[in-house]
């Protein structure tokens, strides 16, 4: 996102000037408070679980997620979640035209959120439509929102821009892998999956690139992929549990960026962080 800042596409007008101060110009991400978000810990799951038991909790999770919301099982298939502000900028209009196709392929769809009346009332046909399959929630439910992050295979992010964004966090925390829009801080913390990623043990979920539905769906045919071959998906999602983004990591990079004005000879006004 400091990067994006500086182009005319993101920098609101200011690109120009950030570019000139783009030596002292530093991006950090957020973090995630484990306190909050940890399955070890997380009192709203039925099972909590670790790296080590993850399939297990997860399971439990996804059973009380279909029973509550009233979704039929899909053993061969992922089960996707959006827990988000139904918006065009968070991209739920790219999601919306391609719900048939994922259930067509075998997928069940849960998604928790409030916004666009729009969008609030197409996915609400969208779960009229395929009963079992679609689950729609509208408004906010923080004991759902946990349910979804554990009990989901794949969570949903295709944001048209996101400065750091915090839900893509939540789910590699969790195990699920997030499928999100190359952009932001989305491109920062989510590694695609592809033959070399896979095959260095780097893989955490699923990246595309075009504002389109087409791209979503694309990206979504990896994830099918990708679950079926279920050790390799057991590999990402240990891989994606084991990234550490919480506040602490982040407190180390503004403890870094501070020591280095201390020695830059960079007055601490001059500099801006993102």
């Known amino acids: 996102y400091a990067r994006e800042i500086q182009t005319p596409a993101f920098g609101n007008g200011l690109d120009g000037l950030l570019r000139t101060r783009a030596d002292v110009l530093t991006g950090i991400l957020n973090g995630v408070d484990a ?97 079992g399959r679609v689950a729609v929630v509208l408004g906010y439910d923080e004991a759902l929102s946990h349910l979804i992050m554990a009990g989901a295979d794949v969570v949903l992010v295709p944001s048209r821009f996101e400065p750091c964004g915090l839900t893509q966090l939540y789910a ?22 592809n033959a070399v990623t896979l095959a260095e043990g780097t893989a955490t979920g699923f990246v595309f690139d075009d504002e389109s539905p087409q791209a979503l769906r694309e990206a979504a045919g990896r994830a099918f992929a990708l679950y079926a071959d279920r050790a390799s998906w057991a590999r990402a999602v240990r891989q994606a549990m084991s990234r550490d983004f919480s506040w602490a990591a982040s407190a180390r990079q503004y403890e870094a960026v501070s020591a280095g004005l201390a020695t830059s000879g960079v007055a601490p006004q001059q500099a801006r962080l993102a």
């Not at 590699?172 to 999956?193: E, I, K, M």
């Open 172 to 193: 590699l925390r969790y195990g699920a892998l997030p499928l999100v829009r190359r952009t932001g801080g989305l491109a920062d913390t989510v590694v695609d999956s």
């Open 35 to 131: 306190n909050v978000w940890s399955p070890e810990r997380d009192a709203l799951l039925p099972q909590r679980y670790g790296l080590d038991d993850a399939a297990s909790g997860k399971a439990a999770a996804k059973a009380a997620l279909r029973r509550r919301l009233g979704l039929d099982e899909t053993p061969d298939a992922p089960l996707f979640g959006a827990v988000t502000r139904l918006s065009p900028q968070k991209g739920l209009d790219l999601l919306l035209p391609i719900v048939p196709e994922l259930i067509t392929d075998g997928a069940s769809l849960a998604v928790l959120g409030s916004g666009d009346s729009d969008l609030e009332a197409g996915f609400a046909a969208a779960a009229a439509a395929h009963p």
